[in-house]
Nanobody, 124 residues
Framework: QVQLAVTGGGLVQAGGSLRLSCAASGRILSYYTMGWFRQAPGKEREFVAAIKWGNGDTYYAPSVKGRFTISRDNAKSTVYLQMSSLKPEDTDVYSC?????????????????WGRGTQVTGSS
């Protein structure tokens, strides 16, 4: 089992910044994918960003590329999502996920473990 603890989130003015953290614990596999997704009520879960733990390759949704940065801290088994230039349309519940396989990072159904979501609100 893998547990994911998500921290961060909150209310920020448009144009502001926010950082989310996702700390993994439990049975950590040596090679895996960690991703961030967001979802608004009544809408489908949307891919935001992902990182391959082994080689550090990163992936971004076009809507956040250039504004959001995903990174990892190997020693802390933690992945971060630095969000800058936030827009009102970034308002969503953000969740992190991890899988022990080399999965396609954009596919939410490919991830096995999920952390609890955190609300991010970009006010206009």
């Amino acid at each position: 089992q893998v547990q994911l603890a998500v921290t961060g989130g909150g209310l920020v003015q448009a144009g502001g910044s926010l950082r989310l953290s996702c700390a993994a614990s439990g049975r950590i596999l040596s090679y895996y994918t960690m991703g961030w997704f967001r979802q608004a009520p009544g809408k489908e879960r949307e891919f935001v960003a992902a990182i391959k733990w082994g080689n550090g390759d990163t992936y971004y949704a076009p809507s956040v590329k250039g504004r959001f940065t995903i990174s990892r801290d190997n020693a802390k088994s933690t992945v971060y999502l630095q969000m800058s230039s936030l827009k009102p349309e970034d308002t969503d519940v953000y969740s992190c996920a991890v899988d022990g396989q080399d999965i396609r990072p954009q596919l939410h159904y490919a991830y096995e473990y999920w952390g609890r979501g955190t609300q991010v609100t970009g006010s206009s």
